[in-house]
């Protein structure tokens, strides 16, 4: 089940974070770029004395204890977040199943 999941991760490309049990660490903004029988190729960066590091790792899968991705992320300045009526029209969700206007 997770060798499934962590492949459809790998097909759709997107930034996940990895735990990796036998270290006890986490490796965050992670990208997986192929897995290839119980092994999982993966290339993040670091920032380490002023300067970014590109890694990449091949790790066991089952050296893998948890893995995680960012689903959405709201900014957290002065700026009010977009609500339905600023939406243009075209885009707008319509209500399936409008009020009744019967009065009891």
Not at 58 to 74: D, F, H, N, P
Request: hydrophobic share 30%; with cysteine; net charge negative.
């Amino acid at each position: 089940m997770l060798q499934r999941k962590i492949y459809q991760l790998c097909c759709d490309g997107r930034e996940v974070c990895i735990f990796l049990r036998d270290q006890q660490r986490w490796i965050e903004k992670a990208k997986i770029l192929d897995i290839e029988g119980d092994l999982v190729t993966i290339r993040y960066e670091t920032d380490e004395d002023d300067e970014i590091c590109s890694w990449e790792e091949m790790v066991r899968l089952e050296s893998i204890g948890a893995i995680t991705q960012k689903l959405a992320s709201v900014p957290r300045s002065n700026i009010d977040p977009l609500v339905s009526e600023d939406c243009p029209e075209a885009e707008r969700i319509r209500n399936h199943y409008p009020e009744s206007n019967q009065q009891e």
